[in-house]
Structure formats: C-alpha cells, structure tokens
C-alpha cells in the first residue's frame, strides 16, 4: 500500500512538473517540437506514466 501511494505521488509530481516545463517553452519552440499549447496536459499525462 505505500509502495502504491509513493508510486501515484511521483507519477503526480512528475506530470506537474512536466506541465510547468512545458507552459515556459516558447510557441515557436512547441511548434517544431509538434506540441500544441493545447496537448501540453495530454503529453504531460503521458510522460507521467512512463516514469
């Protein structure tokens, strides 16, 4: 159980700071990267899940 609650709290942690990352990234710099402002939340979802 708190191996499960240290799991969920990093994979939280991780999509927070991804958001945060990516909300100071220019558009132009989004753009070549192929990222919407409106993904940023998708791919920070996903990259959370990865870790």
Do not use: K, N
């Amino acid at each position: 159980m708190l191996y499960e609650l240290r799991h969920r709290f990093a994979r939280w942690l991780a999509y927070r700071q991804t958001i945060a990352s990516l909300r100071q990234v220019p558009d132009s710099t989004l753009a070549d990267a192929g990222i919407s402002r409106e993904e940023i939340r998708e791919r920070a979802c996903h990259a959370s899940l990865l870790r």
